[in-house]
């Protein structure tokens, strides 16, 4: 009758954990982000492919860091998933400064550019993806920034306004664009360095398939990565380093395990153009 109450817990700050590990509830969501920020190279030697660009940045970032000051401008131009993304952040990472991201639809007047480039700091990375979808208004504004490191802007409205030059750091623009006819000669004139990005070669959609699959702790046999390399190249008629990586990736979600061989059963899909589909990746490829 006096003992304690053997059923309540001994510490009230701490409720007794009723659920084990095995009966959580895990969002996909989160692994799959995470899986993308593990599998994304952070230095230029962990890049694979697009062997001229990487060289020439090389040199780019190599002369930057002996004298100490930004790297120029610099534009990537080419199909989406040929890693113009990766390589903004590998600037930064190259240079150990900040990047700070954003895109042309995004900035869609002048007071979101200048709330921007005011808050950088010297040798700082503004990435601007999409960059030719930035409006006449905006462009115009973002010249005398890449240019000259100043932002000009109108304070107030009516008779009392006045225009005021604001002094910026000096950073560095990386700009992205899958359409590069669509830039202004005098926006594309202000980057020093253009890069363009061309599709990947089968062995190295096959190393980059090599390094998801170490990265993710899974043993894959070769035939498995020359399939996903294949498939990478065959979906959309391009060959891109984003296709490789999420094919793999979603291999590793399916299988729930750390070994897989590359699928067999396919059948013939009803459209004009004899493809061959599998069933485990949903990708088509082209005979």
């Known amino acids: 009758m006096g003992g304690a109450d053997q059923g309540s817990p001994q510490n009230l700050g701490e409720a007794p954990d009723l659920v084990g590990d095995k009966d959580r509830v895990l969002d996909a969501r989160v692994d799959d982000d995470q899986y993308d920020l593990t599998l994304r190279p952070r230095m230029l030697s962990e890049y694979v492919g697009q062997l001229q660009v990487r060289e020439n940045l090389g040199i780019l970032l190599e002369a930057a860091r002996r004298r100490g000051e930004p790297v120029e401008h610099v534009l990537l131009c080419g199909p989406p998933g040929l890693g113009k993304t990766t390589l903004a952040h590998i600037i930064a990472n190259e240079l150990g400064v900040a990047i700070k991201v954003s895109s042309g639809p995004a900035i869609d007047h002048q007071g979101a550019l200048g709330s921007i480039l005011l808050n950088l700091t010297t040798r700082d990375v503004f990435f ?4 030719h979808r930035l409006n006449s208004v905006v462009e115009e504004s973002l010249y005398p920034a890449l240019e000259d490191f100043r932002f000009d802007a109108v304070l107030g409205k009516g008779v009392g306004a006045s225009a005021a030059t604001l002094p910026l750091p000096h950073f560095t623009c990386v700009g992205a664009t899958t359409r590069q006819g669509l830039l202004s000669g005098p926006l594309r004139d202000r980057f020093g360095a253009v890069y363009r990005l061309d599709f990947y070669t089968k062995p190295e959609l096959e190393s980059i398939v090599r390094r998801s699959a170490r990265i993710l ?14 498939r990478a190249r065959a979906h959309r008629g391009s060959s891109t380093a984003s296709c490789a990586g999420c094919v793999t990736t979603r291999r590793c979600g399916a299988t729930g395990g750390r070994r897989w061989s590359p699928p067999v059963r396919r059948w013939r899909c009803s459209t004009s153009t004899s493809s061959a589909w599998s069933r485990s990746t949903g990708v088509c490829s082209r005979r």
């Open 217 to 230: 702790d899974i043993e894959i046999q070769e035939e498995a990565v020359s399939e996903i390399a294949r």
């Open 128 to 131: 601007i993806d999409e960059i």
